[in-house]
Nanobody
Framework: QVQLQESGPGLVKPSQTLSLTCTVS?????????WTWIRQPPGKGLEWMGA???????YYSPSLKSHTSISRDTSKNQFSLQLSSVTPEDTAVYYC?????????????WGQGTQVTVSS
């Protein structure tokens, strides 16, 4: 059974970089899948942010591409999200997930989510 766990600071100041890590157990991030970041702002729906494929290729939502970066550490079986120049609108619950394709509908295993608040 694949398990995912998000970690990172819960509070980030505006204009700073939000950094989160997802630790995967029960499966390798170099296997066939897309390792994905998703967020849900308060009172809004889920938003697919981007993914890193098993071969290391990265894919981003066009609306976030300019300030989003996803990377991985295969030795630790982790993948990470960096979101630069954050604003209060980036306040959300952030999830990492395993997916069979690009997009929300393809995610099958999810982390529990971590709340990130952007505030001074």
């Amino acid at each position: 059974q694949v398990q995912l766990q998000e970690s990172g600071p819960g509070l980030v100041k505006p204009s700073q970089t939000l950094s989160l890590t997802c630790t995967v157990s029960g499966g390798s991030i170099t296997s066939y899948y897309y390792w994905t970041w998703i967020r849900q702002p308060p009172g809004k729906g889920l938003e697919w942010m981007g993914a890193i494929a098993s071969d290391g290729s990265t894919y981003y939502s066009p609306s976030l591409k300019s300030h989003t970066s996803i990377s991985r550490d295969t030795s630790k079986n982790q993948f990470s999200l960096q979101l630069s120049s954050v604003t209060p609108e980036d306040t959300a619950v952030y999830y990492c997930a395993r997916a069979n394709g690009l997009g929300l509908e393809w995610s099958d295993y999810w982390g529990q989510g971590t709340q990130v608040t952007v505030s001074s």
